[in-house]
């Protein structure tokens, strides 16, 4: 990890509730990913600046629960956006996966930051990381790629992506 002193105002976003699901089983009912749904949301804020972040509990389960905790340019400006991606994901997910909550709200924190530069390029890597069904064939499901795991560790960011298939 690498660190400096946070420059701006701290912000919360988190989604919980979901409905997850095996990557396995559930993956090609395209339901919401929180982790992919995290990144999309804070993706590209001026100042981003990453104090902790952490989404799912099992590899192989499509994360149904994420949050971050991070600094911005412009707090008032940057939640603005993200309510304003956050009515995009409900909007996408209302037939699919509604019953989760997504919130922003003002944040205190008291601690390191990652750079800039390298909370850009977590967030840019989550952001663009296939997430999802790549092929299924006779109704059966058959490679598949699960971004499954968020972890804020004392020395590191842990991701972990599955991929599967019976090919």
Known sequence: KEYEEAQGDFVEVGLKGFAGGHSGMEIDEFRLNAIKTLARLIQGLDGLQIARANGGVKRNAIPSAANAVFAVANRDEAIK????????????YKDVDPDGEIWVKEADFDGKVLTKDLSKRIIDFLYTIHDGLYK????????????????DREDSIFVNLMNRSEI
């Open 136 to 151: 299924k064939v006779d109704g059966s499901i058959v490679t598949s790629s699960n971004l499954g795991l968020l972890e």
């Open 81 to 92: 956006t993200i309510n304003e991606r956050i009515a995009q994901v409900r909007n996408e």
